[in-house]
């Protein structure tokens, strides 16, 4: 398995922890933390938990399931660096709830989704006559 | 001592084959490798020997058997290697394992419970019910599937064995009590039952982030080296 889809899997799995945690000093201690913390636990479990084991594992498979090399190295690396920047500012804008760091997250975080969507589209299409 | 197997999804004999050896990788010291030839790595070595049949057994790079071998026959060929420290670690089969199988009829129960509210009122449930139905769905289902298909996937993706014994039951365990424990508690309103219950999912995650790690993250071996078992172009 290719380091950086391992990485994917590594920082789905911390995130994942991350996230129950900001849920659990929540209920037990309302205000602690201070900010959207709602918004903040699901988006980390969605986008960093869930979103990034599918890219993993995704980035794993797809190829092998289609038979075909992944269309581009690059921009799966690329999506590894733009996924892990914007969920992370995101994060700072509910904490400190200034909505142009969510949006700029949110859009950092959006490019990433588009790198993976155009990467395997590319990787998964049919090549050659349909069979 | 390096042993690969080859087999294919479709070939009812090379189930019976990696049994035989994954319950020999469990007694001696050896990297073993189950190697599906409809993926790169085992059409590489299919390439690299010219092999013809299935399952085929490689050791340290070159064929020594074609079929089923018994258990005798295995562990003769493997006698030189030092016995496996008993760590509770396991290599991933073809078939999902039990706790595997359980942990994916747990999400779908779970999907169709918290889907419920869908048919009661057109949404997710609203009220305290609505935190219940989101995490019968998020949890239930979406957290579940991932314990059993990641347990199963990632030992095979990677090479390397996870921990079994009796962590992903305590896992199992953890994850049912919690999630039941969360629901009751916001339904009746008691939140430190809730608090508990969101305890307890946080533990079996945890308990899979340990069982995880030493797949993706295997410590090195004796020479140095960790264990690359997968031949991967730009890997």
């Known amino acids: 398995m290719h380091k950086r889809n391992r990485w994917f899997v590594t920082i789905a799995l911390v995130y994942g922890l991350l996230g129950g945690l900001v849920a659990l000093v929540h209920l037990s201690a309302p205000g602690l933390i201070p900010g959207n913390v709602a918004r903040m636990h699901g988006h980390i479990m969605l986008l960093g938990f869930i979103l990034m084991m599918i890219y993993g594992v995704a980035l794993h498979v797809l190829p092998r399931f289609s038979g075909n090399a992944l269309h581009s190295e690059r921009m799966a690396n690329w999506q590894l660096y733009l996924a892990n920047a914007g969920l992370p500012l995101m994060i700072a804008g509910w904490l400190t709830l200034l909505n142009w760091l969510v949006l700029l997250g949110g859009a950092i975080a959006y490019s990433a989704i588009v790198l993976f969507g155009v990467n395997m589209l590319f990787t998964v299409k049919p090549h050659g006559p349909w069979r | ?235």
């Open chain 2, 1 to 235: 001592m390096k042993v690969e197997l080859l087999v294919s999804e479709w070939c009812a004999s090379c189930h019976q084959s990696e049994k035989i050896w994954r319950e020999v990788a469990e007694e001696k010291d050896i990297e073993f490798a189950v190697l599906d030839m409809g993926q790169p790595e085992g059409r590489a070595l299919v390439s690299r020997l010219r092999l013809k049949t299935i399952p085929a057994l490689v050791i340290d790079g070159e064929l020594k058997g074609i079929g089923v071998q018994t258990f005798a026959e295995a562990r003769a060929w493997v006698a030189g290697a030092s016995a496996r420290q008993k760590a509770g670690m396991q290599h991933a089969g073809l078939a999902l394992s039990p706790d595997n199988r359980l942990f994916i009829l747990g999400a779908m129960v779970y999907l169709m419970l918290g889907g419920l509210g869908l048919v009661i009122n057109g949404a997710l449930l609203s009220g305290p019910a609505r935190p219940v139905a989101l995490h019968l769905v998020t949890v239930g289902f979406m957290l579940m599937l991932v314990y059993g298909l990641g347990a199963h996937m990632l030992p095979r993706f990677t090479g390397n064995p996870i921990l079994m014994g009796v962590w992903p039951w305590i896992q199992m365990g953890l994850v049912h009590a919690g999630l039941l424990a969360y629901s009751a508690g916001f339904l009746v309103g008691v939140y430190p039952v809730v608090i508990a219950g969101g305890a307890l999912i946080w533990l079996s995650l945890l308990v899979f982030t340990v069982r995880i790690w030493p797949v993706l993250w295997p410590k090195p071996r004796n020479n140095g080296m960790a264990i690359q078992v997968h031949i991967q172009p730009g890997a």
